[in-house]
């Protein structure tokens, strides 16, 4: 067994995706979505989020080994050390304050099935899913001929990460702590209340725009409103990118990036709010979102033994 695989996830708080990842970002077969049961007791949630990787361990053929297993899991989270300190948010309350990646690393270690398939001792490694589209999309897509590239994602939230020479700058060098900017203050408020879904329909509400969609197709139906040539709607996704060029600003220029690539669900209406450049530092757009933050997951192993 020569060949290696990362089983990956990207877990979110109502499904988990699961893939195979090769040591290239190829997916072996399928990514699989399998419910994320993130109002579960403790034990269920380990016991389940063990299952998968039993199940997705089962899934690789004979002649790969299983480097380890990669989770992209929402914060807060002590990635450093592995421990979940999710609270207050409806999901994954029951495992705070536990040390995820001891618990999952012990018990896949059991797993008869997988015994022998691994190609050291069994492994766990966790990041920030922001952090993971960044080292996937550095790796494997937008932004690998770059030696410093900041990596937003614009959904629900916005998630924020900063490579340079291929590794997560998490602390100086003209980056916020963690790499996080959700958290920093912008108006009268923070950023992740303004450069997000809930950002812009915010601004739909400011600007008096009705017939406004309720629920999770709001922004995309939006956008196509946009592009129908609707004026107000135009503007209001023009406002949108002039915000969101205000706050990376101060970023831009004390990172000093070669590039900025844009993922997440918001970015598929890129091309209204963002041009080819911010402060002339070229743009570029995530081409497969989906995937980024599983081949990231992979790269959590790369260099690191057999």
């Given at each position: 067994?020569?060949?290696?695989?990362?089983?990956?996830?990207?877990?979110?708080?109502?499904?988990?995706?699961?893939?195979?990842?090769?040591?290239?970002?190829?997916?072996?077969?399928?990514?699989?979505?399998?419910?994320?049961?993130?109002?579960?007791?403790?034990?269920?949630?380990?016991?389940?989020?063990?299952?998968?990787?039993?199940?997705?361990?089962?899934?690789?053929?004979?002649?790969?080994?299983?480097?380890?297993?990669?989770?992209?899991?929402?914060?807060?989270?002590?990635?450093?050390?592995?421990?979940?300190?999710?609270?207050?948010?409806?999901?994954?309350?029951?495992?705070?304050g536990v040390n995820l990646k001891d618990e999952l690393t012990a018990r896949m270690g059991a797993i008869p099935e997988l015994k022998g398939r691994w190609s050291g001792s069994p492994a766990v490694a966790i990041e920030n899913d922001a952090a993971l589209f960044a080292l996937g999309e550095y790796a494997f897509g937008a932004g690998r001929s770059d030696e410093r590239t900041m990596y937003l994602t614009i959904g629900t939230g916005l998630g924020s990460a900063f490579i340079s020479r291929g590794r997560l700058v998490k602390r100086g060098e003209g980056v916020p702590e963690e790499g996080w900017l959700y958290r920093l203050p912008y108006r009268d408020g923070v950023l992740d209340d303004y450069i997000s879904r809930r950002g812009i329909v915010r601004l739909a509400e400011e600007r008096g725009i009705t017939r406004m969609a309720a629920g999770d197709e709001d922004v995309k139906l939006l956008a196509g409103r946009a592009?129908?040539?609707?004026?107000?709607?135009?503007?209001?996704?023009?406002?949108?990118?002039?915000?969101?060029?205000?706050?990376?600003?101060?970023?831009?220029?004390?990172?000093?990036?070669?590039?900025?690539?844009?993922?997440?669900?918001?970015?598929?209406?890129?091309?209204?709010?963002?041009?080819?450049?911010m402060d002339n530092v070229p743009v570029r757009i995530a081409a497969d979102m989906s995937l980024s933050a599983l081949r990231g997951a992979c790269r959590l192993f790369a260099g690191k033994g057999k």
């Open positions: 067994m020569n060949d290696r695989v990362v089983l990956a996830f990207d877990v979110g708080g109502t499904y988990v995706k699961a893939g195979i990842v090769r040591s290239d970002g190829s997916i072996l077969d399928h990514v699989a979505v399998y419910p994320a049961r993130s109002g579960d007791t403790k034990e269920a949630l380990l016991r389940h989020f063990t299952a998968l990787i039993e199940m997705q361990g089962k899934r690789v053929p004979s002649e790969y080994a299983i480097r380890g297993v990669g989770l992209a899991f929402p914060g807060p989270f002590d990635y450093d050390r592995g421990i979940c300190l999710t609270r207050g948010l409806n999901k994954f309350e029951a495992l705070y592009r129908a040539g609707e004026w107000e709607v135009v503007q209001l996704f023009r406002e949108f990118g002039e915000r969101l060029t205000e706050a990376l600003l101060p970023f831009i220029r004390s990172f000093r990036p070669d590039a900025i690539v844009i993922g997440g669900q918001i970015a598929k209406s890129a091309d209204l709010f963002v041009s080819d450049r």
